[in-house]
């Protein structure tokens, strides 16, 4: 009776062997018949030719799932604060700070000092005519006559230009010796050489005192009044 039983068992695992093998068998040789898909447009007939050489109940349609949702974990941070920055509130009627305007009295004022001017001294010592001029020992009160205030000469080559012909007006003088006195330097004007005494008529008015010399290098001479 086992032994039945072990013969029974064992042709019916053959026949179940044989069963597989003949389906698998049937399945490669449709795989191989099956015709490769041609991309690109078609005709229809073409198209049916394929379709009727395609057996597609046996095989599987895969379906593509659905997209996974992923759940979007809300953040905890809290909303950013907005850029715009609000103007101060200004109440109607409500009392403001006043500011302190500085008085101008508290400025101190600027004094502007104009600078003194210069002073040039100048000591006659010699009186004569154009004989005391000509020895070049400094200034000379030269005599004009009645009339006329002190007329003081020197050559300009011996000083003259250097101690009247950069006289501006202005400046003060001191003078001392035969002639003194502190004066102030007004007009100069410019005579020929050699000239004479209506040429100073060219002052519109008469000095105090006059300092005269020539021009270097000119045939004109330069006479400072002193008032």
Not at 2 to 8: A, C, G, M, Q
Request: a neutral charge; charged letters at 15%; aromatic letters at 6%.
């Amino acid at each position: 009776m086992r032994k039945l039983r072990s013969i029974v068992l064992a042709a019916f695992m053959s026949m179940i062997v044989g069963i597989l093998a003949s389906g698998f068998t049937q399945e490669a040789q449709t795989l191989v018949e099956v015709t490769p898909l041609v991309m690109g447009p078609s005709s229809p007939e073409v198209s049916a030719a394929a379709d009727a050489k395609i057996d597609y109940s046996r095989h599987e349609v895969t379906t593509i799932a659905a997209p996974i949702q992923v759940p979007i974990r809300k953040s905890s941070e809290p909303p950013a604060a907005s850029l715009e920055i609000d103007a101060p509130t200004t109440h109607v009627g409500a009392s403001q700070p006043s500011r302190q305007v500085p008085s101008v009295d508290a400025v101190p004022a600027i004094v502007v000092t104009a600078p003194e001017p210069e002073t040039r001294y100048v000591n006659v010592a010699l009186a004569g005519g154009q004989s005391v001029v000509d020895q070049g020992r400094g200034p000379v009160l030269f005599p004009l006559g009645d009339g006329f205030p002190p007329y003081i000469a020197e050559h300009d080559m011996t000083g003259g230009w250097a101690r009247f012909g950069t006289l501006r007006a202005g400046m003060k003088v001191n003078l001392s010796g035969l002639v003194t006195g502190s004066y102030t330097v007004g007009q100069i004007i410019t005579v020929p050489k050699k000239s004479n005494t209506n040429e100073l008529k060219a002052f519109t008015q008469m000095p105090k005192v006059m300092l005269q010399t020539c021009i270097p290098g000119t045939s004109q001479m330069i006479v400072v009044g002193l008032y």
